[in-house]
């Protein structure tokens, strides 16, 4: 009962640390990543129901990133708390074996690295994937605010437009549209045309019953048919629908928003199937073998991560000597996890890479656990 007790103790002090760290980080990289967003409504005309369920659905994105650093902050503020108050001093002499406290750190691991295997292989894909389709499904809603004065707007894929004043009414001055998409539907033999150019000296974006439509005013159409002949519609209003507009941003799913069956099945199958299965357009598959390995490799450095800071329960008499291998151990278990990172993304250059990548952690953590039991038993012989 006590040491149900003890454990308990430990994990809410862990859990406390952990998700206090987690979200922290999550919220100031939410922050500044929800900044660069806004270029969905800025610069792609979207709305801002989007821009929020966008920037939302790229939180689980974050949380992976950041659970492997949070579980090593949290870990090692947790034994240096219990440390700093004696709390181990008491254990020790009450007679625990210190060996029940490293398995209990580990089994703690071993959930923390399941939760980030859950985020990593099936939630974050998932989310992603989510966030990809709202953008590919949105039309835009602020056609007015990608529309610049003196810059060629080419936001919208096959139109330009170049306004040479827009004031703040959103009177714009002196239009130059070039729509060679078949964008503007509302033209009329627009289909029939190659390129359709306007010219106006005056226009403003409106809202209507129908959506946005472009009123321009005293202006020129020129289109250039089939047989290559310019015709020309000299105009003193005229209205353009500007719905169901779709902007240049990247709807096609990239190797992190595909689920990691279809990873699998790409990499696992030939070159006649992988077309078929839509795999991620890339000239090699040492992308979708690198994202694989980042979602089921990277979580098995957490265990070892434990391990190491479990050396921090070895008695030392010299404080000055306990202070400098509280940094090194730390600085240790950073380190592995930094190099975990920057080694992912050469692991996809072949399995061989792949197959290392992997071995590292699994024979790592019985290494390490072996260190640790010979050290704490010799402590034991010498009480």
Known sequence: MLSNKIYKHFLIELSRYFFLVLFTFTIIVWAVQAVNFLDLIVEDGHGVSLYLSYSLLNIPKILTKFIPLSFLIALFLTILKFDSESEFLILWT??????????????VSILVTILQLLFASL??????????SLIKSSNLDYVSTMVKSKQFND?????????????????????????DGHVLKSLENSKNSKIVTIFAKEGKIEQGL?????????????KENNENKIVSINFIKTNMQMEGLQTKSIIMPKIQETSSKILIDCITSDEIKIELLNCPQTDSKIDTLAELNRRFGMPLYIPGISLILSFLLISRKEQKRNNLYKYFYFGLSFVILLTAEILVRYSGKSYFYSYIYYLIPLMCVPFFYYLLFRQFYNENLKR
């Open 123 to 132: 939630i974050n894909p998932q989310f992603l994937n989510h966030s990809r």
């Open 155 to 179: 936001t919208i894929e096959g139109l330009t437009i170049y306004v040479e004043e827009k004031n703040q009414n959103g009177i714009l001055k002196n239009i130059f549209i070039r729509d």
């Open 94 to 107: 009450s007679g625990m074996n210190k060996m029940k406290v490293v398995n209990f750190f580990f089994k």
């Open 210 to 222: 129908n959506g946005n439509y472009l009123v321009l005013r005293n202006g020129t159409i020129q």
